[in-house]
């Protein structure tokens, strides 16, 4: 008899049982006497656990806010769709009208928010390890939009964990001062979704966007520095928040 099998009178519909906790599900696990120690099945049943819980996740990720309609991204797409949602974040980011300064800023100071444009740029280019750090050094300095950034990052790399992380990070950046948060988004309590939270990000259209390979020919010539322990690191040129601001100025 299979296990997705009954047998005949016991009352109980065949197919697959449908539980509604992690601890239903654990309740009903069998292993198998033999070899196995009391280790093996507490691994065994934290590892169930952990696919269990990330399985919900990706079900409230896929779960529209309270009264909208439900999108046509089933979970085993979700990645295709933070690929889509990152893209457009940073289109959002290069297009606001503090973003050419805030770029400039950083060149000669390091000002967090010209470091989340500059990591966009940097996505928008195909550098994703360079954008990377940048958005860390963002979200360390403060900037919520930092995190939105890694979230969908790790989402796309199919990286629940990390994703999760970031997702947990965005109310406690919400309160830090002097925010920079050129994108509006939402972050909703939730019990079902590990970290206790969803975030919702609002990506209405920006306008015209800037071509991509357009900004890949304004970054060839960023400088990569070698730092300790972290490798080339992409630098911005002090010209390049006046090509931002040409390639804006083009889509208008």
């Known amino acids: 008899m299979t ?6 009178g016991s009352g109980t519909p065949r197919g697959p049982e449908r539980w509604r906790t992690v601890e239903e599900a654990l309740a009903r696990v069998r292993i198998f006497e033999s070899d196995y120690t009391a280790a093996h099945r507490d691994a065994s049943r934290r590892r169930i656990a952990d696919q269990l819980v990330e399985l919900r996740w990706m079900q409230d990720l896929a779960t529209p806010a309270s009264g909208a309609a439900r999108p046509a991204w089933p979970p085993l797409l979700l990645h295709e769709r ?3 949602d990152l893209r457009a974040l940073c289109q959002r980011v290069i297009h606001d009208e503090d973003a050419v300064g805030r770029l400039a800023r950083f060149a000669a100071s390091r000002d967090p928010g010209g470091a989340l444009t500059f990591a966009c740029l940097l996505l928008l280019a195909d550098r994703e390890e360079g954008a990377r750090f940048w958005l860390q050094f963002a979200a360390g300095a403060g900037q919520v ?6 979230y969908l990052l790790h989402l796309r790399r199919g990286e629940w964990r990390d994703a999760r992380h970031w997702a947990s990070q965005i109310p406690a950046l919400e309160r830090e001062p002097c925010q920079y948060t ?3 988004h939402e972050v909703v309590d939730t019990a079902q979704a590990p970290g206790g939270v969803a975030v919702y990000i609002d990506l209405a259209d920006c306008g015209a966007a800037v071509p991509e390979a357009a900004v890949k020919d304004a970054m060839q010539d960023v400088d990569v520095e070698l730092l300790e322990d972290l490798g080339g690191v992409p630098q911005p040129s002090p010209e390049l928040a006046h090509q931002l601001e040409g390639l804006v100025a083009a889509c208008r």
């Open 182 to 184: 050129p994108v509006a």
């Open 82 to 84: 933070a690929a889509q």
């Open 145 to 150: 939009t930092g995190a939105l950034g890694l």
């Open 3 to 8: 296990s997705s099998e009954t047998p005949k």
